[in-house]
């Protein structure tokens, strides 16, 4: 019966503003570089790029954000000799500290935030963006292309060195439990056999290969492989809707055989939250996205993975 109710938790495709709790899911758009100028003055930027990227040039009035200092152990060689890979990917717990770092980069729950990344990397503005909604974010945008795209015309201002001050937000942390899916609520729709997975890694990892701090290679039993470059086309914008419905395998209207809503992942929950994200803003599918992902799953020896 614990099974069975986990389980239907995810049962249904859910739509942006329809989250089954009463409260909005929030928005998530693909916008680009265009509409962004345009509407620059009224949004707060959120740069996810590297600290070397970012003072190399970054849209102006952004602020570099990692989303390595969103987790309850942050990633990187230290953790690796030290600490617990499992909590790498993991979000923080929602309390005043958190939320008072969020205010300080001059968020609000309503003021939309414009997150700009770079095709190529792992993701990480997808996994900035859910992070916002998951804490409550009303309108979240990534801008198409990232920021080659911004500096691709010459007449767009472009600022260089460290982000400049900015008035404190007042967000307010309201957790959206519908965006996340956490490991016993996994095995429990895995257990079921009727869980919809989608993989968001490389095909070698895929097949079993393993990145820094996973203890064991391979796929959660029955995933979908949706290889983290598919995500992009040739010329770095995000992937459109017919080929992200391919490469899913979802029909016409977002659904698939088993009518299940997706779950995405990975092996930190970053690359698998853009995938959630696009799965949004393309087909209008709210996806619940694995955080603690592979650094957590196969940390655990009960739990299965095959190759």
């Keep these: 019966m614990v099974a069975l109710f986990l389980l239907v938790g995810f049962a249904a495709l859910t739509v942006p503003g329809d989250a089954g709790n009463g409260m909005s899911a929030g928005r998530i758009r693909i916008v680009d570089a265009v509409e962004a100028t345009a509407r620059l003055p009224n949004t707060v930027v959120l740069d996810a790029r590297s600290a070397k990227e970012f003072a190399a040039g970054h849209v102006p009035g952004a602020r570099r954000v990692d989303w390595r200092e969103w987790t309850l152990e942050k990633p990187g060689f230290l953790g690796a000799l030290f600490g617990d890979p499992a909590r790498w990917g993991r979000v923080p717990p929602p309390d005043a500290r958190l939320e008072n770092r969020l205010r300080a980069l001059g968020l609000s729950n309503t003021r939309p935030v414009l997150v700009v990344g770079t095709p190529g990397g792992w993701g990480e503005e997808g996994r900035v963006a859910w992070n916002l909604l998951y804490w409550g974010a009303a309108e979240v945008w990534l801008l198409d292309g990232g920021f080659p795209a911004w500096r691709a015309d010459a007449m767009r201002p472009v600022e260089t060195g460290a982000a400049r001050g900015t008035a404190s937000g007042d967000f307010v942390l309201r ?38 701090g996973q203890k064991r290679g391979g796929r959660l039993p029955g995933a979908r492989l949706v290889p983290e470059r598919g995500l992009y086309d040739g010329e770095g914008r995000y992937v459109g809707a017919d080929e992200l419905r391919r490469l899913a395998g979802l029909g016409p209207e977002g659904e698939n055989g088993s009518r299940g809503r997706p779950i995405t992942y990975c092996t930190g929950g970053v690359r698998s939250a853009l995938l959630a994200v696009l799965l949004e803003a393309r087909l209008g599918v709210l996806a619940a996205n694995y955080d603690g992902s592979l650094w957590e799953w196969s940390a655990d020896p009960s739990l299965p993975l095959e190759k």
Excluded at 198 to 205: F, V
Aim: aromatic share 2%; hydrophobic share 45%; proline share 5%.
């Design 175 to 212: 957790v959206r439990p519908e965006r996340r899916i956490e490991k016993a609520a996994l095995k429990a729709a895995l257990d079921a056999k009727g869980a919809v997975l989608l993989d968001a890694r490389t095909p070698a990892e895929f097949g079993g290969e393993t990145v820094s």
